[in-house]
């Protein structure tokens, strides 16, 4: 099955993609992870997607579905996938159904994670995430054992620096203007399913994908 997460940063795609990958056995794709390695091993891609990743802003179209598409190419994905954080425009989600449709496939579900600003940005400012392995943390709702450290791999945790009040201000602008006409998108397709990201027992979240997965069998 061919998945999306939409929804504001930091609402929480992640962790639930990450849920969903482990449960389904799909591989988990996240454009703005494909985006921090390439920063972190300073390619070209990483230098011109740096510059806007600090804004709070998009990196553009073009340059996003490449790279998507090159990665939707390989071979992990043959059974099906689950995008986090891509498609964030329209131009995007219109760039991959062409993909798509050259390989005679389409996205069967869009899952929107909902969760209102105030919560949102006080989830981003307290977040702490592994430089290593991406687990991430809340410095008061989800504290690792040992401060500012990995507990599942024991590196070092970052306070990303978009994770900071004014980029986080940036990135949410971003979303409501570019991000949002998505839901609309994938509702007229007839695949939107809605889950709350503020879901607290894992329980319950597996329950609520469940419900979720079996809808797009
Ligand atoms: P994320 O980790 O998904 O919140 O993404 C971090 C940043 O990477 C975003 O604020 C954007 O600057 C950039 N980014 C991630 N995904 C996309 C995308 N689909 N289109 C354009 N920029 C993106």
Redesign the pocket.
């Given at each position: 099955m061919n998945i999306i997460m939409l929804g504001a940063?930091g609402a929480g795609k992640g962790t639930i993609a990450s849920q969903m990958k482990e449960k389904y056995n799909l591989p988990h794709i996240?454009?703005?992870d494909i985006?921090r390695a390439n920063i972190k091993e300073n390619t070209e891609l990483g230098k011109l997607?740096k510059s806007?990743?600090d804004k709070?802003?998009?990196?553009p179209d073009d340059v996003?579905i490449n790279m998507m598409v090159d990665r939707l190419c390989k071979d992990d994905c043959k059974n099906g996938f689950i995008l986090d954080?891509?498609?964030?425009t329209i131009v995007?989600a219109d760039g991959l159904n062409e993909a798509l449709n050259k390989s005679n496939t389409k996205i069967d579900l869009a899952i929107l994670v909902e969760g209102d600003d105030d919560q949102i940005a006080e989830r981003l400012s307290g977040r702490r995430v592994c430089e290593k392995c991406g687990a991430t943390y809340h410095i008061v709702s989800m504290p690792p054992k040992v401060d500012g450290v990995c507990d599942k791999c024991g590196a070092t945790l970052i306070h990303r620096k978009?994770d900071t009040a004014d980029v986080i201000k940036d990135?949410l602008k971003t979303y409501h203007e570019q991000t949002k006409p998505l839901i609309d998108y994938y509702n007229e397709k007839g695949i939107l399913k809605t889950i709350s990201g503020f879901i607290k027992s894992k329980e319950e979240m597996i329950d609520a994908i469940d419900k979720i997965i079996s809808f797009g069998n």
């Open positions: 940063p996240s454009s703005g985006f997607a806007y990743i709070g802003t998009l990196v996003t954080g891509f498609p964030r995007q978009d990135r």
